[in-house]
């Protein structure tokens, strides 16, 4: 196949891809909004820092922490860009560079929308210990890893769910533990992954299948 037919099926892909929402079931489709509805929730969420967050929960002088952060949470990221790749599926491809590209907006646009607002008494923004710290919610660690996560088990199987969604949750942990974000900061991050999956992933159809 000649570099412009794979990049035109690329490009038609993509479209697809962007569309693919419009062919879910009602199942999908409610499942679909339920998690984009409990994203913002869980962004929305006043936490109360002086009483949830009274010190500093140590993840920095936690190995199983820093491993996690350092390490484990890319397994997913690596997993959901090798499976199309090793497997010819273009059309995975195309679904996975749409996810990525509004997970990121997804994520990083209510960063900035929700920083300064505050909901009795909390600014969203703020980060546990840092009173000055911003862009707290939703969390972009547990967005990426639960956009890969999802990404790879709606197209590829569920099968492989034992192995990425105990890092997602790993994930989430981690960035609590680090003092990096609130708890509902990781769930809205959660959700979101959950929702742009859902709204652009289909299953691969096999050759013959």
Known sequence: MSRVSRLTRFRAAVWASLGA?????WRWRAAAWLAAALALACALYPTNHALDYPETRGGHDKASVLLVEDAVRHVNTAVAIALPLFSRDLVGLAQLAVVAVVGAAATHIPKRLLNDQEISGTRLGQRPQNLHSQHNVPSG???????????????????????LLPITAATMWSRVMLDAHTVSAVWAGLFVGVAVALFFVTPRVRAGA
């Open 21 to 25: 929402h419009r062919h879910l079931s």
């Open 141 to 163: 660690h547990s967005s990426l890893a639960s956009a890969a996560a999802w990404f790879v088990c709606r197209r590829y199987g569920w099968r492989w769910a034992c192995l």
